[in-house]
């Protein structure tokens, strides 16, 4: 709800501001830092003067925020269901939040030793400042949400096996993991993209 908390950032009101992004994005510094801010190019303001920048505003929000960050925690029921994330690389986090705060129970699997994928081990510092992924990166233990590391499927973990242990396995693994998949003969798909066979039901 941007237009939310950029009346609330407005009114001084950032912490509630803040809350108000993290209902829906858990890791506002991180996009501070990195978004590449399109929607700044269809900005209704545009007509008018300039582009409201809401990539700044979160940036702003998330340095500004005093001591411990203050995740949005609430939960709905337990639904009794356990998913597997395979990835912890922004979309396999964002999944994973946005599961267990749903009620599921949810374990992430990441062959790395350290979560953030390309946040961590591709983006320089001055680009994105570790201390920053870290402090976004925390809601995830906060939710008790559990990530365990240096896990390959395939090698350290049968797919066969992530089956009998959980309801659903979501597969978040990035374009190297994707290409590793089909190297281990996971299959491709008829056209000649090298893109994954999938079940288009599920």
Do not use: N
Not at 126 to 133: A, D, F, M, N, T
Not at 149 to 164: A, C, K, M
Request: aromatic share 6%.
């Amino acid at each position: 709800d941007a237009r939310a908390y950029v009346q609330l950032a407005k009114e001084g009101r950032y912490r509630d501001a803040l809350q108000k992004v993290r209902e829906k994005l858990p890791f506002p510094g991180v996009l501070g830092y990195v978004c590449a801010h399109p929607c700044e190019l269809v900005c209704k303001r545009l007509d008018e003067d300039e582009p409201v920048r809401i990539r700044d505003i979160k940036r702003f929000l998330a340095e500004w925020e005093p001591g411990e960050p203050d995740h949005v925690l609430d939960l709905e029921p337990d639904k009794g269901k356990k998913v597997a994330v395979v990835g912890a690389g922004p979309a396999g986090r964002l999944a994973a939040h946005d599961l267990r705060r749903q009620g599921y129970e949810v374990t992430v699997f990441e062959r790395e030793e350290k979560v953030g994928g390309c946040l961590t081990y591709r983006i320089p510092e001055w680009r994105l400042p570790q201390k920053v992924v870290e402090r976004d990166l925390s809601v995830i233990q906060a939710l008790g949400i559990e990530v365990r590391t240096g896990v390959e499927i395939g090698r350290d973990l049968s797919l066969e096996e992530l089956r009998e242990g959980f309801d659903a396995v979501l597969f978040l693994i990035g374009y190297a993991g994707a290409r590793r998949m089909v190297e281990t003969g996971v299959g491709v798909g008829k056209r000649e993209w090298g893109t994954l066979k999938a079940d288009p039901v599920t």
